[in-house]
């Protein structure tokens, strides 16, 4: 197949069955730039986004979406809030006036925390079921159809573990760059291929029926060039202790923050993990003035 992000000849690398759908999911991998994809991935969206994959019932079992929403002051998520609103506080000034858009929000965890945190102006985008939710909250969370009327309004986009569920990753970063005014930063999480190459399909991270798009810090540093953005690498900012922070009990499928977990040394802990993992390493994309 052809690469989505370079257009060069991309070559299968193995297959893997799918845990939760029963399917056998086609791996290629891209060498010009890095990139890694399933090439015959489960889209139907509706059957994998639904009420049990928001519960943990789905694909990924780590995730706990319901006890988030009623519960965000205990959830372990709010360390990854408070992470990400500390990152995007050094990326650019957030003040009351500032427009924030948290592009597949989820159940608009991160909206609530931020608008209470620094009252700026922060809607989020998602369809589906977790919407919902968000919405009976009274948390503002926009369909696709209301997406155009931000058009070109936004400071900051966020896009929190969402472009490795993408099967057009261009263009949805090309979405993005249209809700941005030039200037504006798009801080984006995605897991890094890199330290995994050769092995990718041994990552655990790589679960098919969700996670489709896998990329090295300079694919995504292309693709988001290719969309409209200059980039920047920053680094271990402030604020991705934090954001490790909860990675890492998510994955010890501890549920509540406090107790025993706050003793823990998360400093150098999340910075030996980041050696590993190297989440840090992702660039920040700045919308170029495209006039
Ligand atoms: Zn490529």
């Known amino acids: ?17 799918g845990t939760h759908h029963k399917q056998l999911f086609c791996f290629e991998r891209c060498e010009s730039c890095g990139f890694t994809f399933v090439a015959n991935p489960w889209t139907d969206y509706a059957q994998i986004y639904n009420e049990a994959y928001y519960r943990g019932e789905g694909p990924d079992p780590w ?12 959830t372990i998520r709010i360390h990854e809030w408070q992470g990400i609103l500390e990152v995007v506080q050094q990326l650019t000034k957030v003040s009351g006036q500032t427009k924030w858009l948290d592009f597949g929000c989820g159940n608009g965890g991160l909206v609530r925390h931020v608008k209470k945190a620094v009252g700026c102006e922060i809607v989020g985008f998602e369809e589906g079921w977790a919407a919902d939710q968000a919405r009976a909250k009274g948390i503002p ?16 986009v966020t896009a929190i573990e969402v472009i490795e569920h993408v099967d057009d990753p261009v263009g949805v970063l090309q979405r993005i760059r249209k809700l941005l005014k030039p200037g504006g930063v798009l801080f984006l999480t995605t897991g890094n291929a890199k330290p995994q190459r050769g092995k990718i399909l041994d990552w655990g991270y790589a679960v098919p029926e969700i996670h489709i798009s896998f990329f090295e810090p300079e694919t995504l540093s292309k693709a988001m060039q290719k969309a409209g953005f200059s980039t920047q690498n920053r680094g271990f900012l402030r604020g991705f202790d934090a954001i ?13 923050a406090g107790g025993w977990e706050s003793l823990i ?3 150098p802990v999340t910075r030996m993990v980041d050696r590993t993992h190297q989440v840090t390493a992702h ?6 003035d495209n006039s």
Request: with cysteine.
């Open 1 to 17: 197949m052809t690469c989505k992000i370079c257009g060069a000849e991309a070559v299968p690398i193995g297959s893997k069955m």
């Open 63 to 74: 995730i706990d979406y319901v006890f988030e929403l009623e519960h965000p002051e205990s």
């Open 141 to 156: 969370v926009m369909r696709e159809s209301d997406l155009a009327s931000h058009d070109g309004t936004c400071d900051v």
């Open 244 to 256: 490790l922070r909860y990675k890492i009990l998510k994955n010890l499928k501890k549920r509540e």
């Open 265 to 267: 040394p998360w400093g």
């Open 283 to 288: 660039p920040i994309g700045i919308a170029t």
